[in-house]
């Protein structure tokens, strides 16, 4: 079984005071892209053990013990629905490693799905989820991809309308940030406030530890719907930014070479490094995409088209195919 499952961006990320579980209550809208993780799950030729093979972007500083989030949805899935069966897990990567587009959790959700279909469990989509969410908190959203807007932790989900599709240059650093660093920073004494692109952080409407009473912008779900790529550029915003850019400051540069060289916005994606450019369309993403690398701000650039669906089994490996 050959699934694929995107990664994302946030288009809009709201962070509140984290509850006593360590979590940061969250609104965030996100969309899924074209760049993606593929797990191809194999019965294995004797015995019932777990095994798990890597390739592709990163692939050499992605853990292959038992902290991997593919080997973890596995042995999660096998508990859950009390079966011994085993499988050969190959990821193939094309998301960034630590780079805050839940390429881990996309190597989780399209695990689910794929020996949901292998073992033959016949799982629904909403029980996917909710195992997946214990995992990690991106991992329903890469279930369900598209376009939505995630509360929570970011795993109660609401899917959101969207017209058109929206052209990124991702800017990628290739030493990652750690995402429970960035919310530790964040949490730090002068770590919250006012963002670095001067839009007030939210936050505003907390009602304490654990609790977020925060909307997504209107004008940006206005933008989505309308498929305005420019009032989207304007809209974008990420809470986190002030705590990526204090402990990696020269990501102040990828937002002003992505500035000066006319991108229609940027943004943070996640808890970073990678910083999503918003182009008008493919080759004006190339075009940023060479003034990115040409100014040497970026490690490298990927291009991806957003939204697209979520992890889904590829057809020339669907059973009976
Ligand atoms: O759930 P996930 O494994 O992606 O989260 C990694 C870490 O990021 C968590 O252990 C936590 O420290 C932090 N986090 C958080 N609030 C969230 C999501 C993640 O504090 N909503």
Redesign the pocket.
């Known amino acids: 079984m050959r699934v694929r499952a995107p990664g994302k961006v946030n288009l809009f990320l709201t962070v509140g005071p ?1 509850g006593g579980d ?3 209550p ?1 609104v965030s809208v996100f969309q899924a892209l074209s760049l993606g993780e593929e797990v191809t799950a194999r019965l294995p030729g004797e015995g019932a053990e777990l095994r798990l093979t890597v390739e592709g972007l990163h692939a050499d500083r992605v853990p292959t013990d038992e902290s991997n989030l593919a080997l973890r949805a596995a042995r999660l899935l096998a508990e859950h629905a009390g079966v011994d069966a085993g499988a050969h897990l190959h990821v193939r990567k094309g998301v960034p490693v630590a780079g805050g587009m839940a390429g881990g ?1 996309a190597d989780a959700a399209a695990t689910l799905v794929a020996l949901d279909v292998l073992w033959d469990l016949g799982l629904s989509r909403t029980e996917l989820a909710d195992l997946g969410a214990t995992l ?3 991992v329903p959203f890469t279930l369900l991809g598209q376009t939505a807007i995630g509360s929570g ?2 795993d109660v989900l609401t899917p959101v309308l969207a017209h058109g599709t929206f052209h990124w240059a991702m800017a990628v650093r290739s030493d990652g940030l750690s ?2 660093e960035v ?1 530790a920073e964040f949490d730090a004494p002068g770590g919250r406030g006012p963002a670095a692109d001067g839009t007030v952080a939210a936050g505003d409407g907390d009602r304490g530890p654990g609790a977020l009473d925060a909307e997504p912008d209107p004008v940006l779900l206005q933008a989505l719907r309308a498929g305005d790529a420019a009032l989207l550029g304007q809209r974008l915003h990420n809470d986190l930014h002030g705590a990526a850019l204090s402990l990696a400051p020269d990501l102040a540069e990828v937002f002003a070479v992505a500035q000066d060289g006319g991108a229609l916005g940027a943004v943070l994606s996640g808890s970073g490094p990678t910083v999503a450019v918003l182009a008008r369309d493919a080759a004006h993403a190339r075009a940023l995409g060479a003034v990115l690398l040409g100014e040497g701000v970026a490690d490298d650039v990927l291009y991806a088209t957003g939204p697209v669906p979520g992890a889904r089994l590829l057809v020339d490996s669907a059973p009976g195919a």
């Open positions: 984290p360590g979590y940061h969250l959790s990690g908190a991106d932790r970011g995402t429970p919310f």
